[in-house]
């Protein structure tokens, strides 16, 4: 059992930045690829990025491409999103979520892939 716990949430005017972080338990991080994904209401819960096990690679949704970067330390047992230039269109609750099996590819894009997820938090970016 992992758990997750996101922080860094908070309100930005557009073109602004906000780092996300997700702190996970347990001694079994490194083995799990990780992934940020957002709802925002009314809206299905959709990908953001992804990062495999050892940071080797990594995925964004065509959306932040450009603007987001996921990283990991797996010596902290965290995961983090900086988010730069923000849109009002990035307003959303952000969720981090913990793959246990891996993934790689658009195989990283799909919920179903991750088993463990955080309970969010609302990010908020005004126009």
């Known amino acids: 059992q992992v758990q997750l716990v996101e922080s860094g949430g908070g309100l930005v005017q557009a073109g602004g930045s906000l780092r996300l972080s997700c702190a996970a338990s347990?001694?079994?991080?490194?083995?799990?690829?990780m992934g940020w994904f957002r709802q925002a209401p009314g809206k299905e819960r959709e990908f953001v990025a992804a990062i495999t096990r050892s940071g080797g690679n990594t995925y964004y949704a065509d959306s932040v491409k450009g603007r987001f970067t996921i990283s990991r330390d797996n010596a902290k047992n965290t995961v983090y999103l900086q988010m730069n230039s923000l849109k009002p269109e990035d307003t959303a609750v952000y969720y981090c979520a913990a793959a246990p099996k891996g993934c790689s590819g658009y195989g990283c894009y799909a919920t179903l892939m991750y088993d463990y997820w955080g309970q969010g938090t609302q990010v908020t970016v005004s126009s």
């Open positions: 347990g001694r079994t991080f490194s083995s799990y690829a």
